[in-house]
């Protein structure tokens, strides 16, 4: 069977649209039937592994932009980057999330009407599983955009998302509160964790550790310390493979490759015209945070064509503005040592840090003398450094800005004009795409 995928219009996904529908025929609209049809919808790269939202890494601080690559942005891309209070973003970072968490559904309910024979029993649970990560995983990349904050202090009763847990496209999706969201993430994921396989020939399909590794990740946003840490562990016992940055060649063009030891899950962002390293220059403040022992420096960062820094350690294995997001064991080893510092664990923290920057300082030795709070700013400022253009910045700014300490305020310089993002400012919840509020008279907007 030669699977044909379905492009709607995301009203369609959200709403639902009969008559649209009903204007298919049969060889555009082809419904899988068997566990290898299921099985070729997960395996397509294309869609369920590329193209989740570019705009909050778009959002964050990790980049400027000179004048003239200001100027170069669409109207869309400008008005994203200076965060204006009517910033509409680009259909697809609504639309690409929505058409995963669908191929997902679909799975789901095809393999509940597929009893699996004794021989297809661990398929079946693979396939499910999977389907059961990437509808987790798409939700959690809409929730950094489109739903408020998860709230450290436990309200959390806001609207958040259209919440879709079946392929029915008449059905209506509840715009559920951010708590019921992140449930279903949680509970999609734990479920996952007991039907993936332990490994997969490449890490574009889930495995038990990426189940894992993706619940210590949104654990982590949801401030649940303690479990983020648990999670994170688990995930380390079935994959803690690390780069050692001192046996990299720097002059090799690009440094990482796809697929690399560190790499537990694969995906990307989006393009993004801003982020595009011949746009994108680094911030001087943060490219003097590594030192120059730090291997990272020379492999992380290049010289631009007009001498400015620009980022090229991206881990999908290119140059360019088609960043890596996926799961790593570097955060893994960062969300475990925050989360124990968190919990009074300091000495053990260190370990997990030792553990990581030995790997990627020359001559690292661990601080001593540090109490919980410079422990926990050395983990903050390492987690900034390993995990740059990683798509994580923008969670983490939305998080870490709830506590004091962390919170910081953003600010865009171009020209005269001068842009700036308070922490907790009702902007870092994005508007839905125009064409989503035109057609979708009952989603509320939350800002």
Not at 111 to 134: C, I, S, V
Not at 354 to 382: F, N
Request: glycine share 6%; aromatic share 10%; hydrophobic share 40%.
């Amino acid at each position: 069977m030669k699977l044909r995928y379905i492009f709607l219009p995301i009203a369609c996904l959200i709403w639902g649209c009969g008559h649209y529908l009903d204007k298919l025929s049969s060889s555009t609209l082809t419904i899988p039937a068997t566990l290898a049809d299921c099985e070729a919808l997960l395996n397509d790269y294309t869609r369920m592994n590329a193209n989740y939202p570019s705009d909050g890494e778009a959002s964050a601080d990790d980049y400027l932009l000179p004048v003239a690559g200001w100027e170069a942005l669409t109207v869309i891309e400008r008005s994203i980057h200076t965060w204006q209070a009517d910033a509409y973003p680009d259909f697809r970072q609504w639309l690409n999330p929505y058409q995963v968490i669908y191929n997902a559904n679909l799975v789901l309910e095809t393999l509940g009407k597929l009893p699996p024979d004794t021989e297809e029993t661990d398929r079946h649970d693979a396939a499910k599983g999977a389907a059961l990560f990437f509808r987790a995983y798409a939700y959690y990349g809409l929730a950094q955009l489109f739903a408020p904050a998860y709230r450290l202090d436990g309200d959390n009763g806001l609207p958040s998302l259209p919440l879709r847990l079946g392929p029915d496209l008449d059905a209506p999706a509840p715009q559920v509160s951010v708590e019921t969201l992140y449930r279903q993430i949680l509970d999609d994921l734990t479920s996952a964790s007991l039907l993936l396989p332990p490994t997969r020939m490449l890490p574009t399909l889930p495995t038990v550790s990426a189940s894992h590794a993706m619940l210590a990740r949104v654990l982590l946003t949801m401030g649940r310390y303690p479990e983020a840490a648990v999670s994170a562990t688990e995930a380390l016992a079935g994959h803690d493979g690390l780069l050692d940055f001192t046996v990299i060649d720097p002059s090799a063009d690009p440094p990482f490759h796809r697929f690399n030891a560190e790499v537990i899950f694969h995906s990307t962002i989006q393009y993004n015209g801003q982020l595009s390293p011949y746009a994108a220059v680094v911030p001087p403040g943060l490219f003097a945070e590594y030192t120059e022992n730090d291997l990272r420096g020379n492999l992380y960062f290049t010289t631009g064509w007009d001498g400015s820094v620009v980022f090229r350690g991206n881990y999908d294995g290119v140059f360019g503005s088609t960043l890596f997001n996926g799961l790593t064991t570097a955060e893994l080893y960062l969300i475990r040592a925050e989360c124990r510092i968190r919990a009074g664990e300091t000495d053990a923290a260190l370990e997990d840090m030792h553990t990581l920057l030995a790997r990627r300082i020359t001559g690292y030795t661990t601080p001593v003398g540090l109490d919980r709070d410079g422990a926990l700013g050395l983990v903050l400022r390492e987690r900034r450094k390993e995990l740059v253009f990683r798509g994580l910045r923008w969670p983490d700014l939305r998080r870490l800005n709830q506590h004091p300490v962390t919170a910081v305020t953003l600010e865009r310089i171009l020209g005269d004009d001068r842009h700036t993002l308070p922490p907790g400012d009702p902007r870092y919840t994005l508007l839905p795409p125009l064409e989503v509020i035109q057609t979708s008279p009952y989603l509320k907007i939350t800002r």
